[in-house]
Each structure stands twice: as structure tokens, then as C-alpha cells.
């Protein structure tokens, strides 16, 4: 039988509002720690930043330490010198063929790099790149206003350094076995001193090209402005060897 | 775990198609292991004659204690003309023409071992008559009623032919998992034609008579309970002295079920099990996935779940993935539930339970694959979930902390992502400050 008395509100809702949702869905994370709110991307970028900061960090002792030799007398001893100190520095970062090419980039677009100058610069560079984990990597240079010389200084064996835009003198100097591309041009002295492996010009190159070299090859898609004293290996022209040939003099090949 | 190798080395030949946490496991063996522990419901596919009954016979004779013989006599066939008379219960004939009414319940409703071999030749009805039974562990016929206290549902399915029905969705969603019992490859096979005697392993023809006359005796179902457990224990002992397996006595399931009861998710697989759900449910367009509402055009949520399925996942969903995973963890010896354990029971529990769009199943259709269909569509989800899973796994965890310390009346912001997940964090923090 259907009864007289409805039943009172009361008895149907709880006393007061607040137990309305007494349930907490996300109580199992009460006691997880928030780390501070940041999105994946944020990260990468922190992280990105703290690496370059630690290259930007070693040029800057270069750049103290070694940079009033090498800016007015570049000799070998002291190329040498300066690689050393680069190289004491280099080895304490953790970087990757990304943040070499971010520095490349950082030399002239930002103010935190007090100045570019072409020799430390292609030191510093060479020894970025010898001592990364790539075995491969590529540089970016060609929307440098300046050149920068020394770049692939002792490029070991089974690394291949690709470089787009020109180059400055003493290019891929005491190369080691490595394999190092310029997609531009490079000025004089390039190749000198090496001892091993390939360096691919795609353009023309200097005077004094592979002096005192004992080893390896070196390609010019262009022209050869003058070769150096050359002790041993091999230059190309346009896929023609010009040494070994009959070029006997050195820089009066035009 | 001794269960499972003496099956998988005696009786069900096949290979294993799972891996977890370094073990390789057999899909069938293992999920009716765990629906059997776990008093689940499972329906075994595959093509006639691969072990989808005999899989299942199996592995209720070890856990439960029941000789082949009474299990056999208590399964009910699938087929168009099956009536309640059969599957549950009849009127006492001799009572009847007496005057009194009394019910002879078969043997089905009373053992707990449920199978129902080829569920899809039933008519709908009577498929949905059984599913009640077990969702309730009630069986009502004329004015009386039974109440198992412990039960578990293995229903076979063919695949669809000119004799079968079709499973329908609601009916479908009632199973807890659903898996494939797969041909074991040439070389076992042959091996399994081979040897034709195994199933005497288990049969015992004087505890099965014994049962049989327990379960057909005159007396209240209440009071037949504790024989029927009392020969379950002797065939226990008969199968530990025959063949060196323990098989489970009923306090040893209900230690083990209280044992599993215990285990809690991580936090890892809780966010993930979240962010899985989320992606099944949502829909920022209509408020949720409803299966009569197609997907707008410039939602900004297309590269999730929600885009490619149909319909709306149900609360019985989260459930049988954490009864299952559970059963998992417990039986890997681990102390919590964790992201494996669900990743690896949830295609199981998903694969039926999804309708996925016509675009979705003609691209990928033609995929080349180990598995059914449907599981084959769950696994893939739950690669791409995961992968999104890792990718933001701290900051979703961030939010459902940021979300407990709101609900709990602090003063902060719900965090902002890029995945459902988020707006339903937000959803329950908004319905709590209004």
C-alpha cells in the first residue's frame, strides 16, 4: 500500500553540503611530491642552456689563456699550446654534435660571447668536435661574417666533419685520419701537416696548400691557388692529381 | 604457478604468446588461471577443436578440485533449442504430480566451475539469462533460489558462421576478458593428436560418481556444500599423491583471493590505468563517448583513443583490470600492482570491449599479426597510451597530486596538459569547489 507520507527531504540528502563529496578520486597521490610544474620542453631547454653555458664557459678561459699568442704569432708550438688547453676544457663537458653547432651559431648572435677570434675560435671548435660522441657531425658556418681558421685541427680517424660555407686559413691542419668536407671555400695553408685522411674542398683554395704534409689526400672541386712544400700525399684538382706531378716549385703553379 | 606448468607441459600443448617481466606465459592458460582464482568471467575465441573448452576444463579441475568427469556433466552446450529446464533448474516431476513444488537444480548452477561451450549458438536471451546468474551468483527458477558463494564463467566462442548468433555488446561487456585459444603450431599439434589419453590424468570415476550423488540427493543446497567440498578434498589429495600438483582447497582459494584483495596499484600504473581511461571515455564536444555521437570536426583532441572508437568504455572495464592484474602481481610474487601487470592483462580486458571506427578497422586490418583482430587493436592501444604514458608520466602525476591537495581544500591551480586526462582532473576539481 502506497504510503501517505512522502519521505522527508532530510532523510534523503546528507546534513550539510560539505559530505556531498566526501570521496577523494586522487587520494592515492596525496603523499606524491610535486616536483615543480614544468613541461617536458621547459627541460630540454634548461638542459640545452646549462651545456651551452659550460662551452661558452671553456672559450672564455681559451680566450684568457691563450688567445694574445695565438691572435699575433700563429706558430705550430703554439697552435699545439692552445689545443691543449681547449682540450682540458672539453673534456669535462657533456655535449653533442647539436651544441657544437648552437656554439658555432652563439659566436656571433649573441652578446654573452664577448668577441670571435677566427684562430681560438676554430681551436676550440676542433676540439669540440674531436671529442664528441658523433662520429659524424655537421657545422653551419656560412652565416658567419667572419672566417674561421683552424677548423678540423687533428680530425681523428673515423670521424667525418662536414662543414657548410668558407673556411679561413690552416684549415684541417695535422689532420689525423678524418674525413673533412667544405662545402665553400678554404684560404691558404690548408691541409698543412697532416698526417692522414681526406680533406674535400668543393670550391677553390689558397696558396701554401698542404705544406709539409705527410700523408693523406686532399680534393678541390675548384682551383688551387699554390701548393706548399709537400713531403708526402696527395692533391687532386677537378679529380686530376696535380701532386705527385709536374708542379716542382711550390706556390708558382699560376 | 605449479598449476600452470603442469598444464602447459601435460595437457595444453601451446605456445607462449605473452611476456611479462621476462616470463613467457600461454594467454589461455594464464587468463583462465587468474579467472579461476579470481572468480572471473572469461570467453575463450578460436576456431573449433584448438582446446577452448578443454583449456578451461583444465585448469577448473586443478583449481577447484572437481574430477573431468563432473565438470563434463555440468557444462551447458550452445545451442538454439537450450531451455532455463537445462542451464538451471526443473520441477520435481514426482513432487509435482504430488501436488508440491520443488526444484532439481541442475548441475551447472550449483557446482562452482560455470562453462558454457559455444555461448554464441545460444539465443540471446538465454545467453543473457546466464550472465545474470554469474554477475549475481544467484539462480532463481519457479519461486526458489540458490546462492553460490563461489563462481567463475569460461564461455566459448567460435568465430562467426552460418550457425551463430552474435554476442551483443552489453552482454559482451559483462565479460572480464576475452582470449584466443591458438592452434599450437605443426610440431605440437602432432603431438597432441598423438596422445589421446591425457584427459584420464584427471578423470577419478568414484569421486565423480560420488559428486554426482551429492549434486542429484535430496537435501537443501546449503547442506550439500560441505560434501561436495569434503570429496573436492579427497580428489585433491588423490591428485597430489597421482601427479604432484597441488590443487587449491576452498580455504586455500579464499586465502589466496584475500592474499590478491591486498594488493594496491603503484602510482605509475594508477596515472597510467587514469590516462587510459580517459582516452575511452572522453569527449569534449558531447561531454562524453556515447556510441549514437560521431566526433566533430575541429576538436582538438584527435590524436587519442576517443578519435578512433565508438563507444563509451563502462565501469566494469576498470574492474576487471584490476581484478586481473591482481591475480598477475600475485602470482608473479610482486608486492604492488604495477604498469606491466596492467599493461599486460589490459588488451585482454579491452579487446571486446571496444568498437573501433570502420576507418580504423579497414587501415589496419590488413596489418600483418599474431593475434585476433580485436586483441591485436587493444595491444596497439595500449603501445600508443604507454608511449604518450612515458612521454608525460611526472607532470600527469603532478596533477593528480595537485588534485588531491585541492580536493582536500588547498588553494592551487589545477595543472594544464595535453591529453584528456587533464580536463577530467579539472571536471572533478570544478564539481568539488561547486
Known sequence: ?254 | MGIYRFISEHLYFNRPDMVIKGERFNSAILLSLLTGLKKGKELIIGEPGLGKTTSAEYVCSLIYQFPLGVIWGSEVSGHPEQTEEKIIGRPDLGKLNRGEEDVVWTNFSQIPVKIVDEINRLPETKQSMILDGVDRGNWEYLNEMIINEEYCLFATANYQDGGTNTIIAPLVDRFDVMVESRHPGANLSFLVGKDKRKDHILRHPKYEKDLYHVLKSKVPYEKKTPKIEEVCNAYGEYLDEAIGVKSFQRQDRDQIRSEMERLELDLDASAFTRMLLAELSFCEWYGQKRIVENCEEGCHYTGYLCRQIKNCASNRLPSSIKQYAQGLAWLLEDSEIDIEHISAVVPYALGHRIQWKDEILSQKERSKRDDPFPIFLAKEAVKAVSQRYREQSEHLKDALAVGSKIFLGGDLEPLEGDHPIYVEVKKDIDARRS
Not at chain 1, 577523494?24 to 615543480?36: C, G, I, L, Q, V
Not at chain 1, 654534435?97 to 668577441?115: G, H, M, S, V, W
Not at chain 1, 704534409?213 to 692533391?235: A, D, F, P, S, T
Request: some cysteine.
Open chain 1, 1 to 254: 500500500m502506497k504510503s501517505s507520507t512522502p519521505p522527508h527531504k532530510s532523510s534523503i540528502l546528507p546534513p550539510n553540503k560539505e559530505n556531498w563529496i566526501t570521496k577523494n578520486p586522487f587520494e592515492e597521490f596525496k603523499t606524491f611530491t610535486a616536483s615543480t610544474p614544468g613541461l617536458p620542453m621547459d627541460q630540454i631547454v634548461q638542459s640545452t642552456e646549462a651545456v651551452m653555458d659550460r662551452i661558452r664557459w671553456g672559450y672564455e678561459k681559451l680566450l684568457e689563456e691563450e688567445a694574445k699568442e695565438l691572435v699575433w704569432m700563429v706558430q705550430y708550438n703554439t697552435i699545439i699550446k692552445a689545443y691543449e688547453v681547449a682540450e682540458k676544457y672539453v673534456k669535462e663537458i657533456n655535449y653533442t654534435a647539436e651544441d657544437i653547432e648552437d656554439f658555432c651559431f652563439a659566436l656571433e648572435n649573441t652578446q654573452r660571447i664577448p668577441y670571435l677570434i677566427p684562430g681560438p675560435a676554430g681551436i676550440y671548435l676542433s676540439a669540440l668536435c674531436n671529442y664528441a660522441n658523433e662520429e659524424e657531425m655537421v657545422l653551419k658556418l656560412s652565416e658567419l661574417k667572419t672566417e674561421i681558421n683552424l677548423v678540423g685541427f687533428r680530425l681523428p680517424k673515423g670521424k667525418r666533419l662536414m662543414i657548410e660555407g668558407d673556411t679561413g686559413d690552416f684549415t684541417g691542419i695535422g689532420l689525423e685520419g678524418g674525413e673533412l668536407v667544405i662545402d665553400g671555400n678554404a684560404k691558404n695553408w690548408t691541409g698543412a701537416g697532416m698526417r692522414g685522411g681526406k680533406i674535400l674542398i668543393k670550391k677553390n683554395i689558397g696558396l701554401h696548400t698542404g705544406e709539409w704534409m705527410m700523408g693523406g689526400e686532399i680534393y678541390v672541386g675548384g682551383r688551387v691557388r699554390g701548393l706548399g712544400n709537400i713531403v708526402e700525399g696527395k692533391v687532386y684538382e677537378r679529380e686530376k692529381l696535380l701532386y705527385p706531378g709536374k708542379v716542382r716549385y711550390p706556390n708558382i703553379y699560376y
